[in-house]
């Protein structure tokens, strides 16, 4: 990537223990960006505590740890790369994507 020059920045929301017919949502979605090279890196976060549209909190406890938290996966590329991982990962049910212009430094 080029100093500079305009990329764009996307986020993908999902939950925690989401699926893709058997395998885990999330794995399967930073695995097929990289063996794909759909875009040059992705960070995959966690959240501590979250809600939706629902309204439900979900946070993870000692006595509850496996919360189904919110899921965030985060990369950037050119807008061509992330045209064509978008259009791939929202084949995939239940993620929500925002995306917004960026400039590297």
Known sequence: MTQGNDYVMVRIYFNEGDRSEKENLAKKLLSDLLDKHLVAG?????????????????????????ARLP????FFDSSANVSRALEYILTFSGVTAISWPISTY
């Open 71 to 74: 899921l965030i996966l985060e």
């Open 42 to 66: 992705a960070t995959l976060q966690r959240a501590l505590a979250g809600f939706g549209s629902h309204g439900v909190v979900h946070e993870a406890t000692i006595l509850h740890p496996e």
